[in-house]
């Protein structure tokens, strides 16, 4: 799974320092990454902190995708890093994580933007494609030359597209004929490339194909109107009879089995996205509190504040170590679906906690994008607890909900499956 990219990390070779652990980070997890990677991790926080943070409450605010963002984010590395070793750093599930959770700690919409690429499209190719679809894609994917997405949700399905998926292949001598709707698809307006899920007419299975747009028969429209990531660009994709060539079908795709296992390997960065959000919107409340006065006091020096600040970093925390841990088997090849379902679904029921407490400390201010400015205190642009509150909705929703997540943990628990 490893292609080279030669000279594309030149830049981040610029600084050594090691990336300070953050004050969120309570049981010093970081260290758990090698020194190569807290150094990467080190420029990865500089870039967030100047270019993606100060910016975020614009682009959301403007329903905005961070396109622009797409050659730092290559030069970076970012979305070659789980399919390359560097010398700038390995590409480990446990690095991959911790950079999924800073992305996410600066803009939970810039990280989807960068996950529905990097995660959920080039891992579809990495592990469905054959070794000339690899080549043919990855670098250019991987250099943001291209923009992937990855359309598996539909109008009628969701939770159940295992067994319900519409979107039809029928093949025809060297190509076939695709038909269907996709929705919610990431990047999926303006993608140059479309991962499209569809049943085969002729053996009920799910196989892969790489749609390239624009193409006769294919559209995409914007879904308005939304309230979480907002900065996302998701789409609703028509196909009608879309012409794709049997060499651009994922050839190492088998069924439903082979999708799962690409969201096995993605699910994890989804739970470190969510504990990303958790801790930008702690970050923020920690912040605030520090500078509103009320009573003549500022309010971190209330007891309830306190209390509430003290129940967000132990499930931050909890949350961390869940992560870790989830990641590190994955390093070892042992990570299973469930276990990847349970980080996913605690996770992001921790998050939901976290930042409803983080709004709660922010008061009235905590509703409004740049609400902390209110206090002309010394706390930079971005800080915005209404953005972490409202994308944490998405978070919890996308990759498996979290009542789909507990109940594959419950299968495990159980032997019986309670969703069909
Ligand atoms: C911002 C955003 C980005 C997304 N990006 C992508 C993307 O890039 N590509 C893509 O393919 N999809 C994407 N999605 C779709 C996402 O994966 C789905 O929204 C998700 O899988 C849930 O499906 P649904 O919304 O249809 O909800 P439904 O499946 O209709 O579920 C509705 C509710 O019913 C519950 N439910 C359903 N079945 C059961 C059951 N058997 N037992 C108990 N409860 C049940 C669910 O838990 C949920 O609470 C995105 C979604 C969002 C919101």
Redesign the pocket.
């Known amino acids: 799974m490893t292609f080279t990219l030669e000279g594309m990390h030149a830049e981040t070779a610029a600084s050594d320092a090691l990336a300070p652990v953050l004050e969120a980070d309570f049981y010093r997890f970081q260290q758990t990454l090698t020194d190569t990677e807290q150094r990467a991790l080190g420029r990865i926080r500089a870039f967030l902190d100047a270019e993606v943070r100060p910016f975020a409450d614009d682009h959301w605010e403007q329903a905005r995708s961070p396109r622009h963002l797409v050659p730092r984010i290559a030069e970076l590395g970012l979305y070659a890093n789980a399919f390359e070793r560097t010398r700038h750093f390995d590409n480990s599930a446990l690095f991959r994580g911790w950079v999924a959770m800073e992305i996410s700690r600066a803009d939970p919409s810039t990280a989807?933007f960068i996950g529905?690429h990097s995660g959920?499209a080039m891992t579809a190719i990495a592990v469905g494609g054959s070794e000339e679809q690899r080549a043919e894609w990855m670098p250019k994917l991987a250099a943001g030359e291209l923009i992937a997405?990855?359309?598996?949700?539909?109008p009628g399905?969701?939770?159940?597209?295992a067994k319900g998926l519409e979107t039809t292949a029928e093949r025809r001598g060297d190509h076939w004929v695709l038909n269907g709707a996709?929705?919610?698809?990431?990047?999926?307006a303006f993608a140059d490339l479309v991962v499209i899920?569809a049943r085969d007419v002729a053996d009920d299975q799910v196989k892969g194909f790489l749609v390239r747009t624009p193409t006769p028969g294919f559209s995409a429209t914007t879904i308005a109107r939304?309230q979480?990531?907002r900065a996302?660009e998701?789409a609703d994709i028509l196909l009608e009879d879309v012409i794709v060539a049997e060499n651009d079908r994922l050839q190492r795709i088998g069924g439903f089995r082979d999708v799962a296992v690409v969201l096995r390997l993605t699910r994890a960065d989804v739970a470190w996205q969510a504990l990303g959000v958790a801790v930008g919107a702690y970050e923020c409340a920690v912040a605030y509190a520090a500078h509103r006065v009320q009573f003549g006091k500022p309010i971190a020096s209330y007891q309830l504040v306190q209390q509430k600040l003290a129940d967000a970093l132990a499930a931050i925390t909890a949350s961390t170590a869940l992560c870790v841990r989830v990641s590190q088997l994955q390093d070892e090849g042992e990570q299973t679906d469930q276990q990847a379902a349970m980080a996913k679904a605690f996770v992001t029921a921790r998050m939901r906690e976290v930042v409803a407490l983080a709004r709660e400390i922010c008061g009235g201010n905590g509703i409004q994008l740049g609400g902390h400015e209110q206090l002309g205190a010394d706390i930079p642009p971005g800080y915005s607890v209404a953005r972490y509150f409202a994308d944490a909705?998405?978070?919890y929703?996308?990759?498996?909900?979290?009542?789909?997540n507990s109940?594959i943990v419950g299968r495990a628990i159980t032997g019986i499956a309670?969703?069909?």
């Open positions: 989807t529905v959920l997405a990855f359309g598996l949700t539909e399905h969701g939770s159940d597209t996709k929705r919610w698809i990431g990047n999926g899920w939304k979480s990531l996302v998701n909705e998405a978070v929703t996308f990759e498996g909900t979290y009542d789909m109940l309670a969703f069909v």
